[in-house]
Protein backbone atom coordinates (compact mmCIF):
# COMPACT_ATOMS: atom_id res chain seq x y z
CA UNK A 1 0.00 0.00 0.00
CA UNK A 2 1.47 3.55 -0.70
CA UNK A 3 1.79 5.85 1.79
CA UNK A 4 -1.02 7.94 0.80
CA UNK A 5 -3.28 4.94 0.58
CA UNK A 6 -2.22 3.63 3.93
CA UNK A 7 -2.78 7.17 5.45
CA UNK A 8 -6.18 7.74 3.67
CA UNK A 9 -7.45 3.87 5.34
CA UNK A 10 -5.73 4.55 9.12
CA UNK A 11 -7.51 8.18 8.80
CA UNK A 12 -10.89 6.01 7.36
CA UNK A 13 -10.65 3.67 10.49
CA UNK A 14 -10.22 6.31 12.70
CA UNK A 15 -13.03 7.85 12.01
CA UNK A 16 -15.31 4.95 11.81
CA UNK A 17 -13.69 4.53 15.03
CA UNK A 18 -11.52 1.17 14.00
CA UNK A 19 -8.43 0.38 13.96
CA UNK A 20 -6.30 -1.74 10.92
CA UNK A 21 -6.15 -5.33 12.27
CA UNK A 22 -3.68 -7.80 11.82
CA UNK A 23 -3.92 -9.37 8.37
CA UNK A 24 -5.78 -6.59 6.29
CA UNK A 25 -8.70 -6.60 8.40
CA UNK A 26 -9.99 -3.57 10.39
CA UNK A 27 -10.74 -3.55 14.51
CA UNK A 28 -13.63 -2.70 15.75
CA UNK A 29 -14.72 -2.32 19.45
CA UNK A 30 -17.36 -4.14 21.17
CA UNK A 31 -20.68 -2.46 20.20
CA UNK A 32 -19.57 -0.94 16.87
CA UNK A 33 -20.38 -2.23 13.66
CA UNK A 34 -18.49 -3.17 10.65
CA UNK A 35 -17.29 -0.48 8.37
CA UNK A 36 -19.74 -0.93 4.66
CA UNK A 37 -18.24 -3.65 2.55
CA UNK A 38 -16.80 -5.76 5.61
CA UNK A 39 -18.55 -8.41 7.82
CA UNK A 40 -16.89 -9.40 11.42
CA UNK A 41 -14.30 -12.70 10.80
CA UNK A 42 -13.75 -12.53 14.43
CA UNK A 43 -14.99 -10.78 17.54
CA UNK A 44 -13.86 -7.39 17.12
CA UNK A 45 -12.28 -7.94 13.18
CA UNK A 46 -13.98 -6.94 10.23
CA UNK A 47 -12.94 -8.09 6.90
CA UNK A 48 -13.68 -7.49 3.04
CA UNK A 49 -14.53 -10.21 0.64
CA UNK A 50 -11.72 -10.64 -1.99
CA UNK A 51 -14.85 -11.21 -4.52
CA UNK A 52 -17.43 -8.30 -5.49
CA UNK A 53 -20.53 -9.55 -3.75
CA UNK A 54 -23.49 -9.83 -5.66
CA UNK A 55 -26.73 -7.58 -4.90
CA UNK A 56 -29.66 -8.88 -2.43
CA UNK A 57 -31.43 -9.49 -5.86
CA UNK A 58 -28.82 -11.50 -7.41
CA UNK A 59 -28.18 -13.59 -4.09
CA UNK A 60 -29.81 -16.92 -4.46
CA UNK A 61 -27.84 -19.63 -2.66
CA UNK A 62 -28.87 -23.39 -2.94
CA UNK A 63 -29.85 -24.60 0.08
CA UNK A 64 -27.78 -28.38 1.17
CA UNK A 65 -29.52 -28.66 4.00
CA UNK A 66 -31.14 -32.18 3.00
CA UNK A 67 -34.71 -33.01 4.77
CA UNK A 68 -37.82 -34.35 4.33
CA UNK A 69 -40.58 -32.88 2.80
CA UNK A 70 -44.11 -32.77 3.08
CA UNK A 71 -46.00 -30.70 0.83
CA UNK A 72 -49.66 -29.84 0.96
CA UNK A 73 -51.66 -28.91 -2.22
CA UNK A 74 -54.56 -29.07 -0.44
CA UNK A 75 -55.75 -28.33 3.20
CA UNK A 76 -56.50 -31.14 5.57
CA UNK A 77 -59.91 -29.98 6.78
CA UNK A 78 -62.38 -27.98 4.22
CA UNK A 79 -60.92 -24.07 4.80
CA UNK A 80 -63.02 -20.85 4.89
CA UNK A 81 -60.96 -17.99 3.23
CA UNK A 82 -62.22 -15.10 5.55
CA UNK A 83 -59.91 -12.62 3.26
CA UNK A 84 -61.02 -13.50 -0.40
CA UNK A 85 -60.42 -10.77 -3.00
CA UNK A 86 -62.00 -12.70 -5.94
CA UNK A 87 -62.20 -10.31 -9.12
CA UNK A 88 -62.99 -10.85 -12.69
CA UNK A 89 -64.44 -14.21 -11.46
CA UNK A 90 -67.60 -12.84 -9.80
CA UNK A 91 -68.89 -11.60 -13.44
CA UNK A 92 -69.59 -14.46 -15.01
CA UNK A 93 -70.62 -18.19 -14.67
CA UNK A 94 -67.68 -19.05 -16.28
CA UNK A 95 -65.58 -16.85 -13.83
CA UNK A 96 -67.63 -18.85 -11.00
CA UNK A 97 -66.61 -21.48 -12.60
CA UNK A 98 -62.57 -21.19 -12.50
CA UNK A 99 -62.96 -20.15 -8.88
CA UNK A 100 -65.05 -23.06 -8.06
CA UNK A 101 -61.96 -25.09 -9.85
CA UNK A 102 -59.47 -23.43 -8.39
CA UNK A 103 -61.17 -23.67 -4.52
CA UNK A 104 -61.47 -27.55 -4.96
CA UNK A 105 -58.40 -28.07 -6.19
CA UNK A 106 -56.50 -26.22 -2.92
CA UNK A 107 -59.42 -27.23 -0.08
CA UNK A 108 -61.35 -24.27 0.33
CA UNK A 109 -64.95 -25.07 0.73
CA UNK A 110 -66.36 -21.27 1.03
CA UNK A 111 -64.45 -17.62 0.20
CA UNK A 112 -65.70 -14.70 1.97
CA UNK A 113 -65.49 -11.65 -1.00
CA UNK A 114 -64.20 -9.19 1.09
CA UNK A 115 -64.01 -6.42 -1.78
CA UNK A 116 -66.35 -3.79 0.38
CA UNK A 117 -69.02 -4.14 -2.35
CA UNK A 118 -72.08 -1.95 -2.18
CA UNK A 119 -75.81 -1.41 -3.98
CA UNK A 120 -76.29 -2.46 -7.37
CA UNK A 121 -73.05 -4.08 -7.80
CA UNK A 122 -73.43 -6.15 -4.02
CA UNK A 123 -76.78 -7.36 -5.77
CA UNK A 124 -75.71 -8.13 -9.09
CA UNK A 125 -72.52 -10.33 -7.44
CA UNK A 126 -74.72 -12.31 -5.32
CA UNK A 127 -77.27 -12.78 -8.00
CA UNK A 128 -74.64 -14.51 -9.75
CA UNK A 129 -73.35 -16.31 -7.43
CA UNK A 130 -76.64 -17.56 -6.57
CA UNK A 131 -77.53 -18.68 -10.16
CA UNK A 132 -74.08 -20.63 -10.13
CA UNK A 133 -74.83 -24.25 -8.85
CA UNK A 134 -71.08 -25.15 -7.59
CA UNK A 135 -70.47 -21.69 -6.12
CA UNK A 136 -74.08 -20.93 -4.92
CA UNK A 137 -72.67 -22.49 -0.85
CA UNK A 138 -69.55 -21.13 -1.26
CA UNK A 139 -69.07 -17.52 -1.94
CA UNK A 140 -70.32 -15.29 1.02
CA UNK A 141 -69.84 -11.29 0.35
CA UNK A 142 -69.05 -8.30 3.20
CA UNK A 143 -70.01 -5.13 2.00
CA UNK A 144 -68.10 -1.73 2.54
CA UNK A 145 -68.63 1.60 4.32
CA UNK A 146 -68.09 4.92 2.48
CA UNK A 147 -66.28 7.33 4.76
CA UNK A 148 -66.91 10.15 2.54
CA UNK A 149 -68.68 12.73 4.44
CA UNK A 150 -68.07 12.00 8.02
CA UNK A 151 -69.45 14.48 10.38
CA UNK A 152 -71.56 15.83 7.66
CA UNK A 153 -75.37 15.51 9.12
CA UNK A 154 -77.00 12.63 8.55
CA UNK A 155 -73.70 10.40 7.14
CA UNK A 156 -74.27 7.72 9.89
CA UNK A 157 -78.02 7.39 9.00
CA UNK A 158 -77.48 7.00 5.41
CA UNK A 159 -74.69 4.43 6.03
CA UNK A 160 -76.88 2.22 9.00
CA UNK A 161 -79.61 2.02 5.88
CA UNK A 162 -76.92 1.16 3.09
CA UNK A 163 -75.44 -1.63 6.03
CA UNK A 164 -79.13 -3.08 6.16
CA UNK A 165 -79.73 -2.90 2.69
CA UNK A 166 -77.21 -4.93 2.36
CA UNK A 167 -77.66 -7.17 4.96
CA UNK A 168 -81.18 -7.72 3.24
CA UNK A 169 -79.44 -8.47 0.41
CA UNK A 170 -77.38 -11.38 1.85
CA UNK A 171 -74.35 -9.74 2.62
CA UNK A 172 -73.02 -11.27 6.03
CA UNK A 173 -70.19 -8.67 7.38
CA UNK A 174 -68.52 -5.53 6.50
CA UNK A 175 -64.85 -5.32 4.89
CA UNK A 176 -62.78 -5.24 4.31
CA UNK A 177 -61.92 -1.76 5.85
CA UNK A 178 -59.03 -1.26 4.24
CA UNK A 179 -55.99 1.12 5.51
CA UNK A 180 -56.78 4.06 3.88
CA UNK A 181 -59.21 4.47 6.94
CA UNK A 182 -56.30 6.32 8.99
CA UNK A 183 -53.89 6.93 6.64
CA UNK A 184 -55.66 8.89 4.05
CA UNK A 185 -59.73 9.37 4.94
CA UNK A 186 -60.66 12.60 5.49
CA UNK A 187 -63.52 14.09 7.33
CA UNK A 188 -66.11 16.27 5.34
CA UNK A 189 -64.33 19.41 7.03
CA UNK A 190 -61.12 18.15 5.05
CA UNK A 191 -59.72 16.61 8.39
CA UNK A 192 -57.88 13.27 8.67
CA UNK A 193 -60.65 11.00 9.76
CA UNK A 194 -58.97 9.16 12.88
CA UNK A 195 -59.83 5.48 13.33
CA UNK A 196 -61.64 6.62 16.57
CA UNK A 197 -63.53 9.04 15.61
CA UNK A 198 -66.55 8.84 17.57
CA UNK A 199 -68.54 9.99 14.98
CA UNK A 200 -68.15 5.93 13.21
CA UNK A 201 -69.27 4.35 16.41
CA UNK A 202 -73.43 4.03 15.51
CA UNK A 203 -71.74 2.14 12.13
CA UNK A 204 -70.22 -0.21 14.50
CA UNK A 205 -72.93 -0.34 16.67
CA UNK A 206 -75.37 -1.20 13.81
CA UNK A 207 -73.16 -3.90 12.94
CA UNK A 208 -73.19 -5.56 16.21
CA UNK A 209 -77.54 -5.43 15.91
CA UNK A 210 -77.03 -7.62 12.46
CA UNK A 211 -74.77 -9.55 13.33
CA UNK A 212 -71.98 -8.37 11.30
CA UNK A 213 -68.47 -8.95 11.72
CA UNK A 214 -66.28 -6.45 11.07
CA UNK A 215 -63.03 -7.36 9.32
CA UNK A 216 -60.83 -4.24 9.31
CA UNK A 217 -57.20 -3.94 8.20
CA UNK A 218 -55.31 -1.15 9.86
CA UNK A 219 -51.70 0.63 8.69
CA UNK A 220 -49.00 -2.19 7.11
CA UNK A 221 -46.07 -3.76 8.55
CA UNK A 222 -43.72 -1.68 10.84
CA UNK A 223 -41.10 -1.45 8.55
CA UNK A 224 -42.99 0.57 5.98
CA UNK A 225 -42.84 3.95 8.51
CA UNK A 226 -39.16 3.33 9.16
CA UNK A 227 -35.68 4.50 7.26
CA UNK A 228 -35.20 2.44 3.83
CA UNK A 229 -31.45 1.57 4.77
CA UNK A 230 -29.28 -1.77 4.95
CA UNK A 231 -31.43 -2.64 8.65
CA UNK A 232 -34.81 -2.72 6.96
CA UNK A 233 -36.43 -6.00 6.85
CA UNK A 234 -38.63 -4.71 3.83
CA UNK A 235 -35.82 -2.98 1.92
CA UNK A 236 -36.42 -4.58 -0.93
CA UNK A 237 -40.31 -3.96 -0.87
CA UNK A 238 -39.68 -0.73 -0.38
CA UNK A 239 -37.36 0.11 -3.12
CA UNK A 240 -39.51 -2.05 -5.63
CA UNK A 241 -42.88 -0.78 -4.66
CA UNK A 242 -42.41 3.13 -3.26
CA UNK A 243 -46.55 3.51 -2.47
CA UNK A 244 -45.32 1.53 0.56
CA UNK A 245 -43.65 4.03 2.38
CA UNK A 246 -45.12 6.05 5.05
CA UNK A 247 -43.04 9.08 5.33
CA UNK A 248 -43.76 11.17 8.70
CA UNK A 249 -44.40 14.38 6.96
CA UNK A 250 -46.87 13.07 5.05
CA UNK A 251 -48.81 10.08 7.37
CA UNK A 252 -49.38 9.48 11.08
CA UNK A 253 -46.97 7.49 11.96
CA UNK A 254 -47.29 3.29 12.92
CA UNK A 255 -48.11 3.50 16.89
CA UNK A 256 -50.67 6.58 16.07
CA UNK A 257 -52.18 4.31 14.18
CA UNK A 258 -52.53 1.57 16.35
CA UNK A 259 -53.97 3.81 19.07
CA UNK A 260 -56.51 5.04 17.50
CA UNK A 261 -57.20 0.85 16.13
CA UNK A 262 -56.88 0.06 19.68
CA UNK A 263 -59.37 2.94 21.24
CA UNK A 264 -61.81 2.29 18.68
CA UNK A 265 -61.93 -1.45 19.23
CA UNK A 266 -61.80 -1.00 23.19
CA UNK A 267 -64.81 1.41 22.76
CA UNK A 268 -67.00 -0.98 20.66
CA UNK A 269 -66.99 -4.12 22.36
CA UNK A 270 -70.33 -5.31 21.24
CA UNK A 271 -68.87 -5.34 18.00
CA UNK A 272 -67.06 -8.67 16.46
CA UNK A 273 -63.77 -7.14 14.67
CA UNK A 274 -61.48 -9.34 12.66
CA UNK A 275 -58.11 -8.00 12.97
CA UNK A 276 -56.55 -8.38 9.49
CA UNK A 277 -53.38 -9.41 8.78
CA UNK A 278 -52.90 -10.15 12.80
CA UNK A 279 -52.96 -6.30 13.11
CA UNK A 280 -49.61 -6.36 12.03
CA UNK A 281 -48.32 -7.69 15.24
CA UNK A 282 -47.55 -11.52 14.01
CA UNK A 283 -43.52 -9.92 14.51
CA UNK A 284 -44.93 -9.35 18.06
CA UNK A 285 -46.84 -11.74 19.87
CA UNK A 286 -46.32 -10.81 22.98
CA UNK A 287 -47.65 -7.73 21.71
CA UNK A 288 -51.19 -9.10 20.24
CA UNK A 289 -51.14 -11.80 23.05
CA UNK A 290 -52.08 -8.19 25.31
CA UNK A 291 -54.43 -6.89 22.98
CA UNK A 292 -56.28 -10.24 22.31
CA UNK A 293 -56.92 -10.69 26.28
CA UNK A 294 -57.81 -7.09 26.92
CA UNK A 295 -60.48 -6.91 23.76
CA UNK A 296 -62.37 -10.24 23.88
CA UNK A 297 -64.80 -8.93 21.08
CA UNK A 298 -61.35 -9.41 18.27
CA UNK A 299 -60.08 -12.51 16.26
CA UNK A 300 -57.59 -12.39 14.19
CA UNK A 301 -56.89 -13.08 10.74
CA UNK A 302 -53.54 -14.41 9.12
CA UNK A 303 -53.63 -13.35 5.60
CA UNK A 304 -50.07 -11.80 4.27
CA UNK A 305 -47.99 -12.46 7.84
CA UNK A 306 -47.30 -16.37 6.93
CA UNK A 307 -43.53 -15.14 6.86
CA UNK A 308 -43.76 -13.81 10.47
CA UNK A 309 -45.87 -16.51 11.30
CA UNK A 310 -43.15 -19.18 9.97
CA UNK A 311 -39.92 -17.83 11.39
CA UNK A 312 -40.81 -18.31 14.43
CA UNK A 313 -42.58 -21.93 14.84
CA UNK A 314 -42.28 -22.71 18.37
CA UNK A 315 -43.83 -19.19 20.01
CA UNK A 316 -46.23 -19.30 16.48
CA UNK A 317 -47.32 -22.97 17.55
CA UNK A 318 -47.95 -21.89 21.40
CA UNK A 319 -49.95 -18.84 20.42
CA UNK A 320 -52.34 -20.41 17.75
CA UNK A 321 -52.88 -23.14 20.75
CA UNK A 322 -53.89 -20.60 23.38
CA UNK A 323 -55.78 -18.41 21.16
CA UNK A 324 -56.92 -21.38 18.90
CA UNK A 325 -60.80 -20.07 18.92
CA UNK A 326 -59.73 -16.52 18.18
CA UNK A 327 -57.72 -16.73 14.42
CA UNK A 328 -59.26 -17.51 11.49
CA UNK A 329 -57.64 -18.27 7.85
CA UNK A 330 -57.72 -16.03 5.18
CA UNK A 331 -55.45 -15.05 2.02
CA UNK A 332 -55.51 -11.74 0.67
CA UNK A 333 -54.55 -11.62 -2.73
CA UNK A 334 -56.29 -14.46 -4.85
CA UNK A 335 -53.33 -16.75 -6.25
CA UNK A 336 -54.44 -20.40 -5.77
CA UNK A 337 -50.64 -21.09 -6.22
CA UNK A 338 -49.71 -19.27 -2.60
CA UNK A 339 -52.46 -21.39 -0.48
CA UNK A 340 -50.08 -24.13 -0.35
CA UNK A 341 -47.82 -22.39 1.48
CA UNK A 342 -49.96 -21.54 4.52
CA UNK A 343 -51.24 -25.29 4.45
CA UNK A 344 -47.19 -26.31 4.96
CA UNK A 345 -46.53 -23.58 7.93
CA UNK A 346 -49.78 -24.91 9.86
CA UNK A 347 -49.87 -28.50 8.83
CA UNK A 348 -46.10 -29.95 8.77
CA UNK A 349 -43.35 -29.81 11.23
CA UNK A 350 -40.95 -29.26 7.88
CA UNK A 351 -37.72 -27.44 8.04
CA UNK A 352 -36.53 -24.13 6.16
CA UNK A 353 -38.56 -24.10 3.41
CA UNK A 354 -38.82 -21.68 0.77
CA UNK A 355 -41.93 -18.58 0.94
CA UNK A 356 -43.53 -17.71 -2.02
CA UNK A 357 -41.97 -13.78 -2.26
CA UNK A 358 -38.65 -12.78 -1.95
CA UNK A 359 -39.89 -9.37 -1.54
CA UNK A 360 -41.51 -10.38 1.60
CA UNK A 361 -39.31 -12.31 3.42
CA UNK A 362 -35.59 -12.63 3.26
CA UNK A 363 -35.65 -15.82 5.17
CA UNK A 364 -36.91 -19.28 5.03
CA UNK A 365 -40.12 -20.84 7.10
CA UNK A 366 -40.82 -23.58 9.35
CA UNK A 367 -44.11 -25.46 9.98
CA UNK A 368 -45.89 -24.83 13.07
CA UNK A 369 -47.47 -28.48 13.29
CA UNK A 370 -50.94 -28.11 14.73
CA UNK A 371 -53.10 -30.45 16.00
CA UNK A 372 -56.48 -31.07 13.93
CA UNK A 373 -58.58 -29.45 16.38
CA UNK A 374 -56.95 -26.32 16.09
CA UNK A 375 -56.66 -26.54 12.37
CA UNK A 376 -60.13 -26.94 12.19
CA UNK A 377 -61.27 -23.84 14.08
CA UNK A 378 -58.82 -21.83 12.15
CA UNK A 379 -59.82 -23.21 9.29
CA UNK A 380 -63.64 -22.97 9.88
CA UNK A 381 -64.80 -23.73 13.05
CA UNK A 382 -64.43 -20.20 14.12
CA UNK A 383 -65.61 -18.33 10.89
CA UNK A 384 -68.60 -20.29 11.34
CA UNK A 385 -69.42 -19.41 14.70
CA UNK A 386 -68.81 -15.69 14.49
CA UNK A 387 -70.32 -15.18 11.32
CA UNK A 388 -74.29 -16.78 10.78
CA UNK A 389 -74.60 -16.26 7.10
CA UNK A 390 -72.04 -18.39 5.91
CA UNK A 391 -74.21 -22.16 5.72
CA UNK A 392 -73.30 -23.98 8.85
CA UNK A 393 -74.36 -27.72 7.17
CA UNK A 394 -71.78 -29.81 5.81
CA UNK A 395 -68.62 -29.48 7.75
CA UNK A 396 -66.82 -32.02 9.52
CA UNK A 397 -68.16 -32.87 12.92
ZN1 LIG B 1 -57.52 -7.43 1.69
Known amino acids: MCSLGFALFALFAS ?3 AQPGMSGGVR ?3 GQECPPGMTEVRPGTCQAPTLPPPSILDYRPRSTLVTTEHLVPKAKFPAIDYHGHPTTQLSSAEGLTQLADDLDRIGVRVIVAANNVRG ?4 R ?22 FTGVGAPGWAEREIAALEAAAAAGAVGIGEIGKGLGLTSRKADGTRLR ?5 LDPVW ?3 ARLRFPVFIHTADPQEFWRPIDNTNERWLELALFPSRRYPAELFPSFEQLMAERDAMLRRNRGTTFVVAHMGWHANDLPRLAKMMDEMPNILVEVGAVLYDIGRQPRAAHEFFVRYQDRILFGK ?4 PAEYPYYWRVFETRDDYFDYYRDYHATWKLYGIDLPDAVLQKVYFRNALRITPGIPPQGWPR
Do not use: K, W
Request: charged residues 30%; negative net charge.
Open 120 to 123: EELR
Open 195 to 199: IDDPA
Open 332 to 335: DSFQ
Open 125 to 146: QLATAQAHPRMRDRIRFLTGID
Open 28 to 30: IEP
Open 15 to 17: VAG
Open 205 to 207: QAA
